[in-house]
């Protein structure tokens, strides 16, 4: 984990219990099919829930759920998640409790409690249940003076603590972590303890380019296994620079406990220039210092200069008379990366302008790029409300090589038009109006993908635009209908149709209960768990007492 990155981790959290909430009759303006029931004999399919008038089939037993519960925006509380396990009944067996957050206070010290206080960035990450495949929150508080507390609202919970002294401390003290934290009306001071100063490992090196030494790059050591910085930060230079020694130079200090590591060589103040991970260090046991001097795996290959690129994008138009032509592409954010910039990876991006060309900064046109292999991705803009045509992610199919005997500019990147899926959404054989469909990427994508939605129109119709790849599609029920939300896996690899039909449901009963927010009409969201991502099965609110009744699919 970098500098200031924070990662995400997963917590337990308990669970809740039923009543029962009364769906909304249908209303007149809804004009689609309705699943209702007064007996079992009017249920072609399952059995009538008589207690809401619709008809359902068995299978929750022992099914596990996320659910996230979102307060209203009113009280000021953020949204938080829980595991929910149902019974056979689709009951759950305990109440989601909501809390308020609590303030926590305390102090970054290093050497022990009595210690230095430390102006340092400290950075809350929730390491409880989290949704799947979605960024955890991060909480940022950076102390404003040493002799202070730190100050930071927090729900109760699980949480993995970042510290990274600033200014002249971060020469001299690393980055520290501390793994699941528990804040809790008992657990409100956390004062975080750094290992004391004679207990860190003096590491010290000299990196050179094409044996060239190189000044002003920026050195952390990190964990090989989980890219956590585990060192103080460290700058090469020499006589002038940010230590005295022989040009390119560094100086650092390990956490006592490291014993092995790698270190990332960067330069933060250029974005071009490649980022250069070398692995294989290690730390004897009882060593106080590392001498890397001399080590052969800091002479690296030599960059070059880096050279400018030109290129434009455009796009296929349609004519009115038929034939196409080719118009700019403004707006496109366009990605080149490469893996063998002497032993380092880059990846920079640009947009291009009403023109379709690339362009840095204002009147600035092309990239600056160190001569190497590229590989082109091209985004281009969600198609505006009523457009006629909409652009596919382009991945351009050959490198681009940047060198200095080679042409720099003249590429053109023609967009292709995205693919539409369209069909129709269904309930009981019959067309699902106001049905709002979701494709969402599936799992870790080879390719960048986008989501996007559409609603079906009167006869249960839809177009949706999309990227190639693997989506998990979701057609959500509408509410007054009493059927389940319908999904399915579905690879695109060009335009084509897809139909999805919803299904009869299963009942899945919870409750809210806080002692300090009001949960009535709080919006409870239900997600499954399938390959490592969430995704949304069920949204409902919860009744004035806290009651919640979702129609999940089978």
Not at 134 to 147: D, H, K, L, M, Q
Not at 517 to 529: K, S
Request: some cysteine.
């Amino acid at each position: 984990m970098g500098r200031g990155d924070a990662a995400r981790i997963l917590v337990l959290v308990s669970i809740l219990e039923a009543a029962c909430a009364k769906l909304p009759s249908p209303q007149e303006s809804y004009g689609g099919p309705v699943n209702s029931c007064g007996a079992d004999g009017d249920c072609a399919e399952g059995s009538c829930d008589t207690s809401m008038g619709v008809c359902t089939v068995a299978g929750a037993g022992g099914r596990s759920y996320i659910v996230k519960v979102i307060p209203d925006p009113a009280q000021s509380v953020p949204s938080q998640v829980f595991e929910v396990v149902l019974d056979a009944a689709g009951k759950a067996d305990a109440p989601l409790v909501v809390n308020r957050p609590l303030t926590v206070i305390g102090r970054a010290l290093a050497g022990g409690s009595e210690g230095e206080a430390l102006n340092a960035r400290v950075i809350f990450t929730e390491s409880g249940l989290v949704l799947p495949g979605r960024p955890p929150r991060i909480t940022v508080y950076e102390a404003e003076g040493r002799s202070r507390d730190y100050r930071v609202d927090l729900l109760p919970g699980l949480y993995r603590i970042t510290v990274i002294p600033g200014g002249t401390q971060a020469s001299r003290y690393p980055v520290f972590y501390l793994d699941d934290v528990e804040v809790a009306p008992t657990h409100r001071r956390v004062d975080l303890v750094l290992p004391a100063f004679e207990g860190l490992v003096a590491v010290e090196g000299r990196v050179r380019r094409g044996g060239w030494p190189v000044d002003g790059l920026t050195i952390e050591a990190i964990d090989g296994q989980t890219s956590r910085v585990v060192s103080t930060a460290s700058v090469t230079g020499c006589e002038g620079g940010s230590q005295n020694g022989p040009c390119g130079s560094f100086s650092m200090r390990l956490a006592p406990d490291v014993s092995a590591f790698s270190l990332r060589i960067s330069r933060p103040d250029e974005p071009s220039y490649p980022t250069t991970v070398v692995s294989g260090f290690e730390v004897e046991p009882g060593a106080s210092a590392v001498d890397l001097t001399d080590d052969a795996a800091l002479s690296l290959a030599a960059l070059g200069a880096p050279l400018r690129y030109r290129a434009r994008v455009e796009k296929p138009v349609e004519l009115s008379s038929g034939g196409t032509s080719f118009d700019p592409a403004p707006s496109c954010l366009v990605v080149f990366e490469s893996d063998d910039v002497a032993r380092g990876k880059v990846t920079r991006s640009v947009t291009t302008n009403e023109s379709g060309d690339l362009e840095t900064v204002s009147g600035v046109l092309g990239i600056d790029l160190y001569p190497a292999e590229y590989r082109v991705t091209v985004i281009p803009p969600e198609a505006p409300s009523g457009a006629t045509a909409d652009y596919a992610i382009l991945s351009y199919p050959d490198p681009i090589t940047i060198s200095g005997s080679s042409p720099i500019g003249g590429q053109v990147f023609s967009l292709p038009l995205r693919p539409v899926l369209a069909g129709s959404v269904t309930a009981g054989g019959s067309p699902m109006p106001l049905s709002t469909l979701a494709a969402e990427p599936h799992g870790s994508a080879d390719a960048p993908m986008r989501s996007s939605t559409s609603t079906t129109a009167d006869d249960g119709t839809y177009f949706l635009p999309v990227d190639m790849g693997l989506y998990s599609m979701v057609a959500e029920a509408p509410p007054q209908s009493g059927f389940a939300w319908g999904r399915t896996l579905t690879t695109v690899t060009g335009s084509g149709e897809l139909d999805v039909a919803l299904p009869i449901p299963f009942v899945a009963r919870a409750r809210l209960h806080s002692e300090a927010v009001d949960v009535g009409g709080a919006v409870v969201e239900w997600y499954e768990e399938r390959d490592g991502a969430a995704y949304a099965v069920a949204r409902v609110t919860a009744d004035g007492s806290g009651n919640v009744t979702a129609l999940l699919p089978p």
